[in-house]
């Protein structure tokens, strides 16, 4: 069967995905973001199945051996568009002419928490720090917590969380609700913070313990922080500005590990 | 005294300092380097004094209390310039309209190394994680050996180091020549990588070791493997994509230090 075309920018799906790129309240409604570049391949495979694959003839070409046709049957719908779309939906210099519109991975509510390693991001802004502690949440096992942080769909954490979006649990709701959710299944919650009073990582138990860690310029709020069972800070020998939250929430998920 | 003044945008002093933001080899014939935004009084302060300070008229008064007499009188020279100079020689949106040209921190040669806890960058290409690997070994106390890298001069390496590129003791030389600095003072070197048969992160001592973290998208070369004293892997549950390279020497910094 011939792929279907689209050849005017102004079509109607062109204007869809460009508005699913902006726009977190669209995403959310539709349940549905998009993924750019080859990585449409390479960090879905097995998680999840494309809806719509749009992609210019020479990608077609270029890349036929991973653009295949086992991958292909698996989206829903294949669109080839002209280059200058591509060009214009493109957000990064490596889009390679591929882009996919896909199903949302699953949020989980705080409620159904099963009391596994967990750090709570409470107001991480910065996507690339979302997406780095989402890679690295991957690695070592860790559930994630989100309570007012940017969208974990927008272009730029999807780009930078590669494909650990889908193997990350993800719980989402308000602060205080996660906190009561972890408490009710005897987890201990530590606030993250720069003191030299609190408790120090590496020198206590994370067992049963999960962490919350704080937004990058201010931190956790105090009246979060009032919640919480007990205070984490990371000893440093240099300057306190010398962790950012992405390393600050490694380290304390590779304690949180157990280090193995 | 009355502040020099610079109208002209082809004035010979700007054209100095757009060469300085764009060229490594001129950073390195002329030992100097450039910082954008407030950041010259925060990041600078007790390290190193500005030889030249660019700024307008508008962020001189705006900023006044810490761009105050005292640390204006630390600066070679004050120059005022225009707000269109201002925003044709800024790099971020973030600049303040303050900039400054400084005397490169210095390089030590592989053969004065001491023997204190070491990283060894071996092509670690990407700005932004060298400079995030050098505020995390600022934070842990660590010395940082430089082959192959990205320039840490660089506007971008800069803005992600912090003041951590005055504060970290930087070793910078050929790869072998570096490894065999470290193995004259007896201390051991393992290469990181992605490996079933590696001795594992958390499970082995790093006393008196060095530890190699390869570029980001080859690792290191199999011929420096073969230098390094053993292999050293990060045990991990999710993908083998799921860690950075900032993020691998963080973890790695982390155990290196003892973990205090």
Known sequence: MEPKRITSPRNELIKHYKKLCKS???RREKGLFVLEGLRVVTDLKGMVCPRILLVTEEALGKYAERLDEDFLRTCGEVIVIDRDIADDIALTETSQQVFAVCDA???SSPESYGGEPLVILDMIRDPGNMGTILRTADAMGISVGICGCCDELSPKV????????????LYAGGFEEMLGAVHRKGIRTMAAVISRDAEVLGRVSLDNSAVVIGNEANGIPAEH???CGGRLTIPMKGSINSL???MAAGLIMWELSGRK
């Open 24 to 26: 977190s309240s669209e």
């Open 158 to 169: 999807v780009r930078s969380a590669v494909g650990s979006l889908f193997r990350v649990r």
């Open 105 to 107: 991975p699953v949020r």
């Open 225 to 227: 922080t009032a919640l």
């Open 244 to 246: 950012n939250a992405a």
